[in-house]
């Protein structure tokens, strides 16, 4: 028997949206599920417009590009996270500048934000990670004192919350990835939310080619097309029909991980504060000294032992392709560089069934008696 890491779980209602979109022909991005996904995945993270997009990467590149930031311009965000966040700072010719994670929630520690903030600044990027919400009050606090826009990064966070409120849609835009190990898919995409009607109809029209409205291929910006097509969007449908199900799975599987797992010392759990609705996108954990083994070698016994996991992010100021640009040199964050050192996440699929969490916890705890 082999757990693999992640295993989506598509229904029937997928199934027969993707079906109607091929019979009908509409399999390009002016299909009716595009706008029927965009307006009633707005209406969930409780914002007013969606922008429906081909990938994540996209979407945080195209609310960057809407916002006009480019060259000369400085974006605060993560050092540990998934590359993509800084992949669209530098689309954009605009600086990345890193802070450091919370060594609880492996967010950004909202603390060192503004020792980073210069006149360039223009942004702030948080990056909901693994599903927990980033402690976003005295972050709009900091963005509003200082005039910032922010941009959250939410790729990993789909119906997580921060003090009741959806992720996603507390700054002034969201970005949303939709890619196969997401809480929700559509295979690959991605969706920018707003309120802001100004970003919506921009985005808009940056998504697609900047073709004008009155004469079509009149340009007047750069444009990309960043398009959904109706495909991937009768399948977010369907998979949004379901979001309250998936969820109540995700958590559920990282209650049962707890339980069996809070014995074996020498592993840290993932945490939820209390302002946080947490949704484990992916259960990641980190295994401290007293385990005995470090993670790497645990990781590859796991394999072994037919379990798949993943290791956690190597932080930016760590990424060869920076260094190189002359990013980060000489800077230090020790916290993120022990996340990736010590961490990584398990099977957190949705298809992922009790005996199989069963399973992954025996196999850690025998690794650990064993050593
Ligand atoms: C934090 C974060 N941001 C952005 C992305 C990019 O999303 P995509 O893979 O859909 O381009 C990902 C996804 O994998 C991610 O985890």
């Excluded at 966070?157 to 890619?179: D, M, N, P, T, V």
């Excluded at 921009?202 to 073709?211: E, T």
């Excluded at 992010?313 to 020790?334: A, C, D, I, N, T």
Aim: with cysteine; glycine share 8%; net charge neutral.
């Amino acid at each position: 028997m082999f757990i693999p890491v992640n295993e989506p779980l598509l229904g029937a209602e997928e199934l027969a949206n993707v079906t109607t979109a091929v019979k009908t022909g509409w399999i390009s991005s002016e299909g009716k599920f595009v706008k029927q996904f965009e307006d009633e995945f707005a209406g969930y993270i409780g914002v007013k417009y969606g922008v429906a997009v081909c990938n994540g990467t996209a979407a945080l590149h195209l609310a960057l590009a809407t916002l006009g930031i480019g060259k000369g311009d400085e974006v605060i965000v993560p050092a540990f996270t998934m590359i993509a966040s800084v992949y669209a700072i530098i689309y954009c010719g605009a600086t990345p500048v890193l802070v450091d994670a919370d060594p609880e929630t492996w967010c950004m520690d909202v603390s060192q934000i503004e020792k980073k903030i210069t006149r360039k600044t223009k942004a702030i990027m948080p990056v909901h990670i693994y599903g927990h919400p980033v402690d976003m009050d005295p972050l709009l606090e900091i963005a509003k004192k200082h005039k910032l826009i922010i941009v959250e990064d939410a790729a990993e966070i789909h119906g997580g919350e921060y003090k009741g409120r959806k992720a996603g849609g507390l700054g002034e835009i969201g970005c949303f990835s939709f890619y196969a190990n997401k809480i929700i898919t559509t295979g690959e995409g991605g969706m920018l939310v707003t309120n802001d009607q100004d970003i919506y109809e921009k985005a808009k029209i940056l998504r697609n080619m900047a073709f004008s409205e009155g004469k079509r291929y009149i340009h007047y910006e750069i444009g990309f097309n960043y398009r959904m097509t109706n495909l991937q969007a009768a399948v977010g449908l369907g998979q949004l029909h379901q979001v309250k199900k998936l969820l109540e799975i995700k958590i559920r599987n990282a209650h049962s991980y707890n339980e069996k797992l809070k014995h074996i010392p020498g592993i840290t759990l993932p945490v939820q504060k209390p302002w946080a609705k947490n949704v484990y996108w992916m259960y990641s954990i980190l295994i401290e000294k007293d385990f005995g083994l470090p993670a790497g070698q645990v990781q590859a016994k796991l394999k072994e032992m037919g379990v798949d996991t993943r290791a956690l992010f190597v932080p930016m100021h760590q990424q060869p392709v920076l260094l190189k640009m002359g990013l980060f040199s000489r800077e230090k964050y020790p916290v993120s560089e022990e996340l990736s050192q010590k961490g990584f996440y398990l099977p957190s699929g949705t298809a992922l069934t009790e005996e199989q969490i069963e399973v992954v916890c025996q196999s850690l705890a025998q690794i650990k008696k064993q050593h």
